[in-house]
């Protein structure tokens, strides 16, 4: 053997003692294919009792996008026994790259393997009358990119298909990486509302909004990815074309090199600010003192906006009368597909 080579010894499974797949540094733990698998599935329910989630009779709306967070969390709460509904909303968002065609071919393959799925589909163009880019071209939000009209639109509709269609709980893929690089944004700017408000569990704080919970908020992006490719879950891998140039995508590769240098951080930062929150020893209160939810006179959803919530102030002009306006507000349709 040549002098200076170095071998890395192949890490071996912590239950069995074959080649693992992935070793979780935070954890200190090497499992293969098969006990990676068994431990993602455990270890989301482990996540879903420590913060008190749902329960089995409860009714579970999963927002999944095509990606492997949503796929992934829809995959395991089905495993668990969960009553576990899907919701896609086509965005209409091409850019050449085909996005949200691809996203819907993803589900609707994911779900071809696994009987029993219920799917429920909003449509932008078909509901609304207009795409996500073409919704933001005309508001004028979100300074030329269409992302501030993405959020404030998934937000209305997730929120509405849940209440209409009677689901307890709204789940959705937010991973670690995610929640750290918010908590980060957040913290940074002390924008002590969001901190106040950023937690596994988002109560509903208002008969008009439905409770919504993250449990994959304490795996990193690449444990559920490496879930996703040993589950043989197909998802689609490219990002919305939109993203590019992100704050959130600035702030995870800055903590990604902290992570690099010191592994476990992402973790601590997040798991640390809830334990600090649970025990008191940190509070957050809104800037402007409590905030007050009113019923948007157009579509009865909670709103601190005033008589009309943002949403609703995509179509409504300010000189319309309250009839008129009900009139110009698209009316949300919603189709399902099972398998």
């Keep these: 053997m040549g002098e200076g080579r170095r071998h890395h010894r192949v890490p071996r499974c912590k239950r069995c003692g074959q080649p693992a797949v992935i070793f979780m540094r935070q954890h200190r733990l090497a499992l293969c294919e098969t006990h990676y698998q068994e431990w993602f599935v455990n270890y989301t329910q482990r996540t879903i009792e420590k913060y008190h989630m749902f329960r089995p009779e409860h009714r579970i709306l999963v927002a999944v996008s095509g990606g492997k967070d949503s796929l992934a969390l829809w995959d395991v709460l089905t495993q668990l026994g969960y009553k576990a509904d899907g919701l896609y909303i086509g965005l209409g968002i091409d850019e050449g790259t085909r996005y949200s065609e691809l996203s819907l071919e993803a589900i609707r393959g994911f779900m071809a393997e696994r009987p029993g799925l219920r799917l429920n589909i909003v449509d932008m163009k078909e509901s609304y009358g207009e795409t996500i880019p073409e919704l933001a071209r005309r508001t004028r939000r979100g300074r030329g990119k269409p992302c501030s009209v993405c959020g404030l639109s998934k937000r209305h509709i997730m929120n509405e298909v849940a209440l209409r269609e009677g689901y307890d709980v709204l789940a959705t893929g937010h991973n670690l990486d995610d929640e750290a690089a918010v908590l980060f944004q957040n913290t940074l700017h002390w924008q002590t509302g969001y901190l106040a408000r950023q937690s596994p569990v988002l109560e509903a704080t208002h008969p008009g909004l439905v409770r919504k919970v993250k449990p994959f908020c304490r795996f990193y992006e690449r444990e559920v990815a490496a879930y996703a490719i040993v589950r043989g879950i197909e998802y689609q891998y490219d990002e919305c074309p939109f993203s590019v140039g992100a704050t959130t995508i600035y702030y995870k590769e800055l903590l990604n090199r902290l992570e690099r240098q010191s592994p476990g951080s992402k973790f ?72």
């Design 268 to 339: 601590q930062f997040y798991t640390q600010f809830l334990n600090a929150k649970k025990k008191g020893l940190i509070t957050f209160h809104e800037p402007e003192g409590e905030v007050v939810l009113r019923p948007c006179r157009i579509c009865g959803q909670p709103t601190t906006a005033g008589e009309i919530c943002a949403f609703c102030r995509m179509w409504v002009r300010p000189d319309m009368d309250p009839e008129e306006a009900k009139k110009v507000v698209p009316t949300l349709k919603l189709r399902v597909e099972t398998s």
